[in-house]
């Protein structure tokens, strides 16, 4: 026996109004069903969609990570061949500073008197100092070395520290001075 069909149907009026009601009922709960199944659909359906678009955009953030991952790595013995380079320079830099320059030396050694005395020779020991021979021709030019090592001993000359007069030797109308120099 079906509930709610015509072939039911009592047409008592006390039975006809229950049975009336109790079909009313029935079509308003197969309504509320049919509503709620609807809104529990639609719900199930729109939590699968938004899942499968954060999914989907999910796969794509770690796409992207690892392809930036990839580059990072890639580039990695770029950056640390970069960054050696720059340690390398940065340390040759420091050499050069500290380095002693021969060619500045010497230079500096062949013009200390040049002006009116001839250098004779002149050696550089383990320390860095010079023995040179100063020699002159005349008075003048012996007072010229005598002045000159004054000036440089008062830090007037850029380049020498301290020059130290060792022996003066008079040969044949010529002077010959011998002195150690220390440069800066």
Known sequence: MKLGSSANLNLLPSQAKFQADRMNLQAK???YILVAVVIWLSLGILTLALNIT???RLKQAERRYQQSLEALKSMDQEIALSQLIKYRIKVLGEVLKERFEYSTAFETITNLFAEKASLGKFNMDENKKFE?????SDKESLDYIEDRVKRINQGEVPGVKNVTMKQAVA????????MEVDLE
Do not use: C, G, P
Request: no cysteine; hydrophobic share 55%; proline share 0%.
């Open 171 to 178: 040969e044949a109308e010529q002077w010959s001075v011998t």
């Open 132 to 136: 040179i021979e100063v020699l002159a």
């Open 54 to 56: 954060f999914d989907l």
């Open 29 to 31: 709960l197969r309504h």
